[in-house]
C-alpha cells in the first residue's frame, strides 16, 4: 500500500482525502491518502521519509505552498514562475514541485463559460494562491489584473513577479467584470466590509471558498444581480492533476464526485 498526504497547518478542514480515497478506490489504486499537520519544525522529517519512499506523493497547502520549495530539487516551469508547489512527485531520487492549482483554476472558469479574455479582473487579497491565479488569468489574456489587499505591501510585493498587475487600497472598488475573493474572509461566515451596492449587475462573483459553499460574499454579489459561483471546481480540478501526476489516471469529474464534497 502506497502512501500519499496533503500537509498543511491547519488541515482539518481538507476534503483531499475523501476526494483521492474515492479515486483510489474506484480505480484500483493500492494507495491510501492522509491529512497530516505540520510544523515548519517537521518539515524537514517529513521529506526525509518522502525520499526514503516511505510516502509516494504530497499536497501542500496553506502555509507551507511556498517554502516547500527550499526542500525540492526540481520545479515545473509554472511553480517556478509563481514560485508556489500544491503537488510534489518523486522522480529518479528527485522531488519535484508542481502547481495544479493553475489548471484548477482555469478549468472551474472554462466550466462557467466565462470568457476571460479581454476582461477586467478584481482580486481581494494577496495570499499563497493568489500568484497561480494571477498567471492563469494572464495566461486567459485577461485586459487588466487589479490586486486589492488589507496589507497593501503585499499587493505590491506581486508586482515584483507579476509587471502586469496594479494595486488599489483595501476599500476602493473599481470598475470589474470578474471579482475573486482570495482572502480567508468567509471561512468562518465573516462578511467582507467592502461596497459592491454602486457596480453594475452582471458581473461574476468567483470566491476560492467551497465550504461554507455560500460566502456572504456570494450572497450579496447574487443578490446583487450578478452570477456568482464558489471553488469548488477549482478545488476537483486541481485534485484531478495531482492524480493524474501520481497515478498516470485523469478520474472523471462527474455529479458523484462533486456530491462527495457536499457539506
Ligand atoms: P497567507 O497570507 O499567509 O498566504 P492566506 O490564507 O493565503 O494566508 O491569505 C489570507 C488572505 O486573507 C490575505 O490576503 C489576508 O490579508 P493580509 O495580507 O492583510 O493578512 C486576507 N485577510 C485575512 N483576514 C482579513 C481581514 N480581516 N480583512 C481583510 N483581509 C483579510
New binding site residues.
Given amino acids: 500500500m502506497k502512501n500519499y498526504f496533503v500537509i498543511g497547518n491547519p488541515i482539518e478542514h481538507s476534503f483531499s482525502p475523501r476526494l483521492h480515497n474515492y479515486w483510489n478506490k474506484i480505480h484500483n489504486i493500492k494507495a491510501e491518502y492522509f491529512k497530516k499537520k505540520l510544523s515548519n519544525l517537521e518539515m524537514e522529517g517529513f521529506i526525509n521519509d518522502f525520499r526514503k519512499k516511505k510516502i509516494s506523493g504530497v499536497n501542500v497547502t496553506?502555509?507551507f505552498?511556498?517554502s516547500v520549495i527550499n526542500y525540492l530539487d526540481i520545479l515545473s516551469s509554472e511553480a517556478e514562475k509563481t514560485q508556489s508547489v500544491n503537488t510534489i512527485t518523486l522522480d529518479q531520487n528527485k522531488l519535484i514541485g508542481h502547481n495544479t492549482d493553475i489548471f484548477g483554476f482555469e478549468q472551474a472558469i472554462k466550466k462557467l463559460n466565462f470568457k476571460v479574455c479581454g476582461k477586467k479582473i478584481f482580486i481581494?487579497?494577496?495570499?499563497?494562491?493568489?500568484p497561480s491565479i494571477i498567471y492563469a488569468l494572464d495566461k486567459m489574456k485577461a485586459s487588466s489584473i487589479i490586486i486589492s489587499?488589507?496589507?497593501?505591501e503585499?499587493?505590491e510585493k506581486l508586482k515584483d513577479q507579476f509587471n502586469k498587475i496594479n494595486t488599489l487600497d483595501?476599500g476602493e472598488i473599481p470598475d470589474f467584470d470578474l471579482i475573486i475573493n482570495?482572502?480567508?474572509?468567509g471561512l468562518k461566515n465573516?462578511t467582507?466590509?467592502l461596497d459592491f451596492s454602486n457596480i453594475n449587475k452582471n458581473k461574476l462573483f468567483y470566491d476560492l471558498i467551497y465550504n461554507p459553499g455560500e460566502t456572504n460574499f456570494l450572497k450579496e454579489g447574487r443578490k446583487l444581480g450578478n452570477l456568482s459561483e464558489n471553488g469548488k471546481l477549482m478545488f476537483v480540478y486541481q485534485a484531478q492533476a495531482a492524480f493524474n501526476l501520481w497515478h498516470g489516471v485523469k478520474p472523471d469529474i462527474n455529479k458523484q464526485t462533486l456530491e462527495l464534497l457536499n457539506l
Wanted: hydrophobic letters at 40%.
Fill in positions: 496553506v502555509p505552498k511556498r481581494l487579497g494577496a495570499g499563497g494562491v493568489v489587499n488589507r496589507t497593501k503585499k499587493a483595501w482570495a482572502t480567508s474572509l465573516e467582507i466590509n
